[in-house]
Nanobody, 122 residues
Framework: VQLQASGGGLVQVGGSLRLSCAAS????????MGWFRQASGKEREFVAT????????YVANSVKGRFTISRDNAKNTVYLQMNSLKPEDTAVYYC????????????????WGQGTQVTVSS
C-alpha cells in the first residue's frame, strides 16, 4: 500500500483546507485510516481516525468541531476537512493506514504517507 497526501498549503487564520490521501492497494476499504500531524520541534500527534466503512470516526479534542475526517472507498481516498484554522494547526500532516497506539501518545502504522505541509498565518 502506498499513501499519497496532498492539499496542504498556506492559509490565513480562520480559513479552511481539505487534505486528501490517496491509497493504492485493494485492501483500502478494510483499513482504518488516520491523520496525524507534527509541528516543528514537536512529537507527531494524533488528529483523527476513521473506520474502514466510514461509519465510525474519532477526532482529537484539540480539533473537535473544526476538523472532519471522511473517506470515499470507491476512490481509495481519505479526507481531512479543516475549518477555522488556527496558527497552532501549523504542521506537517500525515495520513496512515491501520494506526495503533503505542502508549505515551505515539502511534505505529502499517503505512505512512509522505506528509503535506499546512501553514496557518496570522
Amino acid at each position: 500500500v502506498q499513501l499519497q497526501a496532498s492539499g496542504g498549503g498556506l492559509v490565513q487564520v480562520g480559513g479552511s483546507l481539505r487534505l486528501s490521501c490517496a491509497a493504492s492497494g485493494r485492501t483500502f476499504s478494510r483499513s482504518v485510516m488516520g491523520w496525524f500531524r507534527q509541528a516543528s520541534g514537536k512529537e507527531r500527534e494524533f488528529v483523527a481516525t476513521i473506520s474502514g466503512s466510514g461509519t465510525s470516526t474519532y477526532v482529537a479534542n484539540s480539533v473537535k468541531g473544526r476538523f472532519t475526517i471522511s473517506r470515499d472507498n470507491a476512490k481509495n481516498t481519505v479526507y481531512l476537512q479543516m475549518n477555522s484554522l488556527k496558527p497552532e494547526d501549523t504542521a506537517v500532516y500525515y495520513c496512515a493506514a491501520d494506526p495503533l497506539p503505542k502508549g505515551g501518545g505515539s502511534y505505529s502504522a502499517s503505512y505512512w504517507g509522505q506528509g503535506t505541509q499546512v501553514t496557518v498565518s496570522s
